[in-house]
Every structure is written in structure tokens, then in C-alpha cells.
């Protein structure tokens, strides 16, 4: 049990365009749901925690206007990269939780998307 | 602020040798602690934790204990395989509204046959 997915797994885009992961709680509802970002040999940033039916709470230095993110069901959240850059370029990570905010649930990670602009 | 750190790798091995990667962890009240593991090109799979003081986590060969005293979660695993290769992130989460994970920076570890 406690499966996340995320779809695609790989993807490559064009400068200027927007790319959408999915992030998807298969087995379970997700009431949280975290967006990491991952650069090359080094550890998990976080970016943003979506709580389903709400707006999502961005950490300080991310773009919200840049990295859309929508958890409008129980069981799957997007991020959108807007207008896409290289410098986007990086493995990003989801992890779901369920449960309310504050309880001591586990989070799940799905396996990541790795994005390259071109 | 809660944080995490945890040895520079890469750390070398050959099979079958002993592993230990050190954790050590800021945080204020009584924090969870993990470890979790990421193979090549994948996401981050959790490995074991520990959810208070003395509390000793272990899965597949892997162990760590909860040791408040020295705010440590070192992991050791008496026998590597290269199938053990991979990076390891110590992580903890809090006791706030959010339960946010906070990770260390990561350690590879490569194990040649």
C-alpha cells in the first residue's frame, strides 16, 4: 500500500513553454501533498505543501507565479513550470501524506520527474 | 530552525565490509527520525525510523538508534552488498502544524564486489 505516482517520469521541453507533473496518491487520500526539488548530487528543497481544497504554502524563494500547483482532489496534485527555463532544469519530487495537517502520518514519495529545457 | 547533518560522502566500500554513516540533527522538542534511500534515477524510498528517544529502527540489514543524549541517528549495516549502493538522506520531521521533513544533505554510498 501507500503507493504515489508521477507522470512523466522524464519529460524535455523547449525554453518559454509550461510543463505539468502529475503527482498521484494511488492507494490512499492524500490531505498533504509536498513538491521537492532536487539538483544533481545534493539533498530534497522543499518548495511547496499543498493541503487539498486550498491554496498552496510556498517556502521563501520560490516563485509561486512560476511553479503552479493544484491539489484539487484527494489523490493527485500538479505542478506547473511556467514559461520554462534551463536553469529549471532538475529532478522534482512529490511526497503525499495522509491524515490531517499536524498528525505524525508518514509521507510517501512518488519516484520523480526529471525535467530538461532546452 | 530544525536541521540535519550528516557525512560528506562518497563513501566506499567493498562488500561485506561494516557501514556506518553518521546523522546528527537541531531540533527543538522531541522530533521523528528517518532514513530514507534513493537509488539511481528514482525517488526516495523510506528505510527505517525512529519516533522517540532510544527507539531503534532497522529494515534489510540496516539499523539506527535514536540517541537524544548525542541528538544522533547514525546508520550502520554490519555486511554491504552492491546492491546497497545508492544515496542515503537523514531526515527528520518536527513536531509543528506541517510535519515538514527537513533532510540532511545526502551520502552516497558506493560498494564495489
Known amino acids: 500500500g501507500a503507493v504515489v505516482s508521477q507522470h512523466p517520469s522524464r519529460v524535455i521541453c523547449k525554453s518559454g513553454t509550461s510543463v505539468k507533473i502529475e503527482c498521484r496518491s494511488l492507494?490512499?487520500?492524500?490531505?498533504?501533498m509536498f513538491w521537492y526539488r532536487q539538483f544533481p548530487k545534493q539533498s530534497l528543497m522543499l518548495m511547496a505543501t499543498s493541503n487539498e481544497g486550498s491554496k498552496a504554502t510556498y517556502e521563501q524563494g520560490v516563485e509561486k507565479d512560476k511553479f503552479l500547483i493544484n491539489h484539487a482532489s484527494l489523490t493527485l496534485s500538479t505542478l506547473t513550470v511556467t514559461s520554462a527555463h534551463p536553469e529549471d532544469s532538475s529532478f522534482y519530487i512529490c511526497?503525499?501524506?495522509?491524515?490531517?495537517?499536524?498528525?505524525?502520518?508518514?509521507?510517501?514519495f512518488g519516484p520523480g520527474t526529471r525535467l530538461t529545457v532546452t | 530552525g530544525n536541521s540535519v547533518t550528516q557525512m560528506e560522502g562518497p563513501v566506499t566500500l567493498s562488500e561485506e565490509a561494516f557501514l556506518t554513516i553518521n546523522c546528527t540533527y537541531t531540533?527543538?522538542?522531541?522530533?521523528?527520525l528517518f532514513w530514507y534511500v534513493q537509488y539511481p534515477g528514482e525517488g526516495l524510498q523510506l528505510l527505517l525510523k525512529?519516533?522517540?528517544?532510544?527507539d531503534k529502527g532497522s529494515n534489510k540489514g540496516f539499523e539506527a538508534t535514536y540517541r537524544k543524549e548525542t541528538t544522533s541517528f547514525h546508520l550502520e549495516k554490519g555486511s554491504v552488498q552492491v546492491s546497497d549502493s545508492a544515496v542515503y538522506f537523514c531526515?527528520?520531521?518536527?513536531?509543528?502544524?506541517?510535519?515538514?521533513?527537513?533532510f540532511g544533505g545526502g551520502t552516497r554510498l558506493m560498494v564495489k564486489p
Open positions: 531540533a527543538t522538542g522531541y522530533p521523528s
Open positions: 511526497s503525499a501524506r495522509g491524515g490531517l495537517a499536524g498528525a505524525s502520518y508518514e509521507q510517501y
Open positions: 525512529a519516533t522517540k528517544a532510544d
Open positions: 492507494d490512499f487520500q492524500a490531505t498533504t
Open positions: 531526515a527528520l520531521s518536527g513536531n509543528n502544524a506541517g510535519n515538514m521533513l527537513t
